[in-house]
């Protein structure tokens, strides 16, 4: 990991860092407010919130309800709470951990993958419209550079909690 450069970086990338973290928060915010016109509870009667373990599940294998919290950067109660949920719901199952038999890891079901992949082809069609007068090089190209930034910010992070906010530096959610 590179260390922290951030007082050596020349006004101008930091006025265009600036511009990006705006954007960012507009797109956070644009995405919240899309999810927000959705009802709450998702087509199959379980929390959106919820959907984040599914596709963990799906996309990383079986694991402990341990292991999805650090990875969802979440407490494992909540982790829990929704776990309990899906499996209720029959969309994700209990299973004896092989390493360890007092142990139990969650893992999809087959009504699980197929909740997850309507719900996907759900966002696919809403993407698709919302970049309906793009281009497909201009998609790739957007698909190639958030790639890039979420590989920056993931390789990065830990600077983030180390980071201390200079004097001169604006108030947290100053100019966002």
Sequence with gaps: MA???ATARPTAELDLADQ???????LVRLINKAKSQVAKQGPDGIERAAYAILFTLIHEGPQRTSR????????????SR?????VQH???????????????LLA???????????????????LAE???DWTEGEIQTLNRLFGRLNTGIENHSPQLADAQPSASAPAKGANA
Excluded: Y
């Excluded at 999805?68 to 982790?79: G, M, V, W």
């Excluded at 029959?90 to 139990?104: K, N, S, T």
């Excluded at 997850?116 to 759900?122: A, G, L, P, V």
């Design 130 to 132: 919302v970049l309906g």
């Design 82 to 86: 929704q776990s309990s949920s899906l």
């Design 108 to 126: 999809p079901t087959a009504e699980g993958m197929r909740v997850f992949e309507e719900n996907r082809k759900q966002r696919n069609q809403w």
């Design 90 to 104: 029959g969309l994700v199952e209990r299973q004896a951990d092989p390493e360890d038999g007092r142990a139990c």
């Design 3 to 5: 260390p922290n450069t």
């Design 20 to 26: 990006l973290g705006h954007e960012l928060v507009r």
């Design 68 to 79: 999805l919290a650090e990875s969802l950067h979440s407490e494992i109660s909540t982790i």
